[in-house]
């Protein structure tokens, strides 16, 4: 969700039950031999399994050691091709913004960290007049989204494994940093943001130059990754914002763009303000749409 728009989402948010993955629109040519379950030659698969952060991180002082994820965390899921294609070789890591326990954790997530500048943890997201949580719109998003790409052959890794509200969390800190310990091509955070009822459409966050955190190589790469998502939106019918122009705009905001060591973007996909981007949101085709064009940006990108 947006740092210009952000709306909270009260403790007492009503639960939105699990939304079920359609199966993926791509279709494996048949004369595609299936390839064994082991990932790219250049994922840290050790760095799935055991994250790491750096709570203790101070400006002007340091990092300090790295710290495993919390328990009360979800964990990192890695999902891997059962064939080879066009993506091949590649590692992703697709990001869900939010999560829906976050509103049963409010001191947990209101908790100051650094990440180029001092924010807190996390926050609730916005949701829909109809009541989906931006958390459970954006993790039914990310499995379809992690459905496409591994037919395509990548590797995908999700920052959370869980949309629940036992949990909380990941920290923004511990989501920009895991594109880099998990050694992946880019990385992608998906959101939806909580704008104005009037506007429609979606707009992505770019790092922004920032000594120490974020070179030319990298700002310009995830500008890169940034249009070409945008294509993907509008190759599926969804249309760039009406109402937060640029489109792409780099963002100091941002921790989990500041700390990423890769090319990495935040796509508020849709506005769940807006009644007609709710209605995407709110139904299962307008969902895998937006997928499909996330997947087809990520797909010009790398190709």
Known sequence: MSARTTLFVAATAIAVGCLSVAPSMAQTPAHQPAVPLIASASLNSNAVTHPTWYPNWEPGVGKGNPVSWPSSWPRPR???????????????????????????????????????LNKICNTTGTQSRGGLPEATYTYDVAKRLAQRLTAAGAVVVLTRNANNWTTYGPCIQARGLLGGQVHADIEVSIHADGGPSYGRGAFVYTPARMTGYTSLAKATKSVTLAKRILSGLAANGLRGSTYLIPNVAPDRMQGTLNVSTIPTVIVETLNMRNSADAAIAESKTGRQRVADGLFEGIRQYLS
């Open 78 to 116: 890695l999902l891997k091709p059962a064939v080879t294609g066009p993506l091949t070789g590649r590692v992703i890591v697709i990001d869900p913004g939010h999560n829906l326990g976050n509103s049963s954790h409010v001191s947990q997530i209101n908790r100051h960290y650094w990440v180029g």
